[in-house]
């Protein structure tokens, strides 16, 4: 049975090796207010030069530009009628099930923002790692939502209110790697912005700013909506680099642990020693690109106390004084508890030299 073991370690080592690259090329849902043309669903654009403008308004193919010259690998693109009383929801059900990374609305209201807000958490719920990027949303408070609040951005082509810059802002966020963060990223051809009264404090409040830095206009800090913690929480978590990167490596061993393990062995200790074996060896990869800290010890391991619990509640109460290699041992079912600990490296965004004269 362990001859199948191999494809897995593979496929690990492939995952590892394009991460980077891999999170610099993120795919985003673009939805438009547009009934140019009602006799398709989606559009989907790699090039800016595929996209038709027959099918759009110049506002929309506009748009469309913004997201694909920001570094998105692909922009899905889903219209929606003016009249349209549910454009969030229309605009999701022409999506379906395809695969994105980032979703956004250009020129959305106050009540889209609010229900594209209420979709991305529900996906959360459901482990999904959809991010959105949102504007001016009522304290979203996710991990998976950035609320840009810029009211107006001045750029070389005119001033534009805030909802208008979102497609620019998804396109930066899935183009980045996660060698770097979006803090202090500079638009070339912004002017200026009108910022929030306290830049500090919008921040602190879990909000994406852009900020007036002498000529040149930058991302303040690249953080979510996140500001409520706790104890599995933690302050990194409103990082959007930190939860990129967790969101990817998530996806990789869920997908690996998917298509090449499940089904495949028989749920005993030492087949689920040799999975923890090949996800040891895909973080040891990670952390030789700096995604993961080298310095610390990242593993995955059995969740012992998961796996005794299961037997517990199923009646077998003396499992509550089994050692651990007992529980190790006695397998639950179908079920594969495994746990890890991991140190995902943050970008370089804070800085204090202190030089003392003699």
């Not at 073991?5 to 090329?25: G, H, M, N, V, Y």
């Not at 206009?217 to 933690?234: C, D, E, F, H, I």
Request: overall charge negative; aromatic content about 8%; glycine content about 6%.
């Amino acid at each position: 049975m362990a001859i199948g073991l191999p494809s897995i370690d593979i496929t690990f080592k492939k995952l590892a090796a394009t991460l980077i690259q891999r999170s610099a090329r993120g795919i985003v849902s673009l939805i438009l207010k547009d009934d140019t043309d009602t006799t398709y669903a989606i559009k989907e654009y790699k090039s800016q030069l595929q996209i038709d403008a027959t099918k759009f308004t110049a506002a929309s193919v506009q748009y469309i530009k913004d997201v694909l010259r920001m570094g998105a690998a692909k922009v899905i693109v889903a219209p929606v009628a003016t009249s349209s009383v549910a454009v969030v929801g229309d605009a999701l059900q022409r999506i379906g099930s395809r695969k994105y990374n980032w979703i956004g609305l250009a020129e959305g209201t106050e009540d889209e923002q609010t229900d594209l807000v209420a979709y991305v958490k529900e996906q959360e719920k459901l482990g999904k790692s959809i991010k959105a990027v949102v504007f001016n949303a009522i304290d979203p408070d996710c991990q998976h939502i950035v609320n840009f609040v810029n009211p107006t951005i001045t750029t070389t082509d005119g001033a534009v209110t805030g909802d208008k810059f979102i497609p620019r802002l998804l396109g930066l966020l899935a183009g980045l790697p996660l060698t770097r963060s979006s803090t202090f990223y500079s638009f070339a051809d912004v002017i200026s912005v009108e910022e929030p009264a306290d830049v500090e404090a919008a921040v602190e409040a879990g909000k994406f700013v852009l900020f007036n830095d002498e000529e040149v206009v930058r991302v303040a800090r690249g953080v979510n909506s996140l500001t409520t913690l706790s104890p599995t929480v933690s302050e990194d978590f409103k990082k959007i680099l930190i939860v990129e990167s967790m969101d990817l490596i998530r996806e990789d061993i869920k997908n690996t642990f998917k298509n090449e393990y499940m089904g495949k062995f028989k749920n005993k200790y030492d087949y689920q020693v040799l999975l923890i074996t090949s996800i040891n060896s895909y973080f040891a990869a990670l952390a030789g690109e700096d995604v993961l800290d080298n310095t610390f010890d990242n593993k995955a391991f059995v969740d012992i106390e998961a796996q005794r619990a299961a037997w517990v509640a199923i009646g077998k109460t003396e499992a509550e004084d089994w050692d651990d290699q007992t529980v190790l041992n006695n397998t639950f079912r179908s079920n594969v508890y495994l746990g890890g600990n991991i140190k995902i490296t943050d970008a370089m965004e804070d800085f204090t030299f202190n030089v003392e004269l003699q």
